[in-house]
C-alpha cells in the first residue's frame, strides 16, 4: 500500500500579491496560488491597501490550492503564515470590520509623529529596547497617525474596544473567525513597541506614544500550534487545520535559506530588498544605521539577527514596466543586458519613498546622473538593476563594520535573483560568491519549515538542511580597480541625492 503524502500549506501575504503555497514532506512545491493586490498612494509618500481584500485574496488563493489537491486536502498537517511586515491594522473588536485602509510598510505618512518622538528624546530609549531607530516604516507610529486623525477610534481603543495586528494577526484572526488574537516574536519586533531584550510588549514606550496595551495582541513563539484555522471547503464541507507557524516575511526567509548557524547571511529580492544576518542567542548592537532585531524564537531561546532594509528593489524594476513603459514585462530586463552589461556611466538611485539602510533620510527623492547623448534604454534599464546592487552593497558594507566579520557568501532569494545580470552585477560589486537555491520561495519555504517542526514532519535543523537544494552559484569577475570605481559613481550619486530635499505637505 503507498503511503500517503503529508503536506503544509504555507500563506504567503507580501505587499503586491497575496500567495498560497503547497508543499510535499520533501519540501517540494506541489502547487501554488496567486492574486495581485491593489495599493493606493493618493498622497505622495502614503502607501495603503484594503484589509479586505488582503483577506480575500488569500482566502481565495487557499481555495485555489484546494481544488487544485482535490481529496489529498485532508493530508495538510499545518498551515504556515508569513507576511509583509509593519503593516498596520485596526479593526473593530465586537464585528472584525477593519476600522482604517491598512497602513503599508512603505507609507512614510507618519513622519511628522517620528520627527515629534525625535523632538521627545527617545531614540535612544526605543532603540535601547527595540534595537529599531524611529522611521515611519515601522508600526508603533502608523497606530499613532490613526489615532491622532480619526480621535473616535483612539476613544474606542481607550474603551477596549479596537485591535491592532500585523498582517499575520489580521489572517489568524479571520481564520480562527475571531477566536485567536495573536502575533509571534518576530513581527512583534518589527512595530517599535516591543522589547526584544525582555521579550513583551513595553510599557513605557506604549505610555510615550499614547498606544492602549489593549489593542495589542499576545506574542507567541514562530513555531507552536496555536489554533485551527476554519476553511470552508467548496467541495464539500469545512477543513480544521492547524495554523502551526507564524514568522515575519524576512525571517522567514533567513531560516528558509538554511541560515542556522551565526554569521549566516541572505539578501531577499522582493518589493524592497532585506539583507540579514544571524547573530545567535546574542543581539548585536549597531552604529552604522542597521537593526537589531529577532530572527526566530521557540519555546526555549530567541535567535537574534541583524537587518539592513532597501526600501526599493524590485519595486524599481516595476517603475521601468508601469511608470515609464520601457518594458512590457519585469521579465524584459534582462533583454537590456544582451544587448549591453554596460550602465555607460548611468546611475539611477531609486529613492521614490527615502533611502533605507544605512542613511534613513525620508526625505531623499529619486534622481539620476550620468545621462549623455550616447545614453540608450538598455544604458538606463541596466543602471536601475545596478541600483538594486549597490543598495545592497551599502548593507553588507555595514553589516561587516557591525558584526566585525567578513562575509564571504550570500544566500539569495526573492523574484529579482531570477535575473542572471543582477545577480553576477551583485557578485562582482560585493567581491563575493552568491549562492541561489533551487526554489526562489524560500519565504514560503522557512515559514514551512517551521511548521513541518511544529507538527513532526521534520524532526530538526538537519533534516531540513537535507533538503535545501543549489542551484547556481555565481562568483566575482571584476577586477577590483573597476569595482571600486563603479562603487566611487554610486556613493557620489547617493550623496547628489541627498542634498535635494523634499517635503511634502
Given at each position: ?6 503536506y ?14 503547497l ?8 502547487t ?16 495603503e491597501?484594503?484589509p ?12 485555489m ?26 479593526w473593530?473588536?465586537?464585528?472584525g470590520?477593519?476600522?482604517y ?15 515629534r ?13 527595540t ?10 507610529s ?16 481607550k ?7 500585523t498582517?499575520d ?13 495573536i ?21 513605557e ?23 485551527e ?11 480544521h487545520i492547524?495554523i ?6 524576512q ?11 551565526v ?15 544571524n547573530?545567535?542567542?546574542e ?5 552604522e ?5 529577532i530572527?526566530?524564537a ?6 537574534y539577527?541583524?537587518e539592513g ?32 552589461t554596460?550602465?555607460n ?21 529619486g ?19 545596478a ?9 553588507m558594507?555595514?553589516?561587516k ?6 562575509i564571504?557568501?550570500?544566500a539569495?532569494d ?7 545580470y ?5 557578485s562582482?560589486?560585493?567581491?563575493c560568491?552568491?549562492?541561489?537555491p533551487?526554489?526562489l520561495?524560500t519565504?514560503a519555504?522557512?515559514?514551512m ?5 511544529a ?26 580597480e ?21 517635503k511634502?505637505?
Amino acid at each position: 500500500m503507498t503511503k500517503e503524502k503529508s503536506y503544509i500549506l504555507s500563506i504567503d501575504q507580501g505587499t503586491t500579491s497575496s500567495r498560497a503555497i503547497l508543499f510535499d514532506e520533501k519540501g517540494n512545491m506541489v502547487t501554488s496560488s496567486q492574486l495581485e493586490l491593489s495599493i493606493s498612494c493618493k498622497h505622495s509618500g502614503w502607501v495603503e491597501q484594503d484589509p479586505e481584500e488582503i483577506w480575500e485574496t488569500v482566502y481565495e488563493c487557499i481555495q485555489m490550492v484546494l481544488r487544485k489537491i482535490g481529496n489529498e486536502r485532508k493530508n495538510i498537517k499545518a498551515i504556515g503564515i508569513t507576511n509583509q511586515r509593519e503593516t498596520t491594522i485596526l479593526w473593530d473588536k465586537t464585528t472584525g470590520k477593519p476600522l482604517y485602509q491598512a497602513i503599508v510598510w512603505q507609507s512614510r505618512q507618519s513622519q511628522e509623529i517620528c520627527d515629534r518622538y525625535k523632538e521627545m528624546g527617545l531614540e535612544e530609549l526605543i532603540q535601547k529596547k527595540t534595537g529599531l531607530l524611529i522611521n515611519p516604516y515601522f508600526s508603533g507610529s502608523k497606530i499613532a497617525w490613526i489615532f491622532e486623525h480619526f480621535p473616535t477610534i483612539y476613544e474606542k481603543a481607550k474603551q477596549n474596544e479596537v485591535l491592532f495586528g500585523t498582517v499575520d494577526t489580521y489572517l489568524t484572526y479571520r481564520l480562527t473567525e475571531g477566536k485567536v488574537h495573536i502575533t509571534d516574536y518576530t513581527n512583534a519586533a518589527r512595530t517599535m513597541l516591543f522589547n526584544i531584550y525582555e521579550g513583551k510588549w513595553d510599557q513605557e514606550l506604549l505610555e510615550k506614544m499614547n498606544i492602549p496595551e489593549s489593542i495589542l495582541p499576545s506574542v507567541v513563539p514562530s513555531k507552536g500550534i496555536y489554533a485551527e484555522a476554519t476553511i470552508l471547503n467548496k467541495i464539500d464541507s469545512f477543513l480544521h487545520i492547524p495554523i502551526a507557524s507564524m514568522m515575519g516575511d524576512q525571517q522567514a526567509s533567513l531560516f528558509g535559506q538554511c541560515c542556522f548557524e551565526v554569521g549566516d547571511v541572505k539578501n531577499t529580492y522582493g518589493t524592497g530588498c532585506f539583507m540579514l544576518m544571524n547573530t545567535g542567542k546574542e543581539p548585536v548592537s549597531s552604529k552604522e544605521g542597521l537593526l537589531t532585531t529577532i530572527a526566530w524564537a521557540d519555546e526555549n531561546k530567541i535567535t537574534y539577527a541583524l537587518e539592513g532594509s532597501v526600501f526599493v528593489g524590485g519595486s524599481a524594476v516595476s517603475w521601468l514596466r508601469d511608470g515609464l513603459r520601457m518594458i512590457e514585462q519585469s521579465k524584459d530586463v534582462e533583454k537590456s543586458s544582451d544587448v549591453t552589461t554596460e550602465t555607460n556611466g548611468v546611475y539611477v538611485v531609486p529613492a521614490f519613498v527615502g533611502l533605507g539602510t544605512p542613511y534613513w533620510d525620508n526625505d531623499a527623492r529619486g534622481a539620476i546622473f550620468g545621462l549623455t547623448r550616447a545614453t540608450t534604454k538598455e544604458h538606463f534599464i541596466n543602471a536601475t538593476v545596478a541600483s538594486i546592487a549597490y543598495q545592497s552593497k551599502d548593507v553588507m558594507e555595514c553589516m561587516k563594520k557591525s558584526a566585525k566579520v567578513n562575509i564571504h557568501s550570500l544566500a539569495v532569494d526573492g523574484g529579482a535573483s531570477s535575473n542572471h545580470y543582477l545577480m553576477q552585477f551583485q557578485s562582482d560589486i560585493l567581491d563575493c560568491k552568491i549562492v541561489r537555491p533551487e526554489c526562489l520561495e524560500t519565504t514560503a519555504m522557512g515559514v514551512m519549515y517551521m511548521a513541518g517542526l511544529a507538527v513532526g514532519l521534520f524532526s530538526s535543523e538537519e533534516d531540513l538542511k537535507q533538503l535545501h537544494q543549489i542551484q547556481q552559484i555565481f562568483l566575482p569577475k571584476m577586477k577590483k580597480e573597476e569595482r571600486d570605481k563603479k562603487y566611487q559613481g554610486w556613493q557620489k550619486a547617493i550623496e547628489a541625492t541627498r542634498v535635494y530635499k523634499v517635503k511634502e505637505s
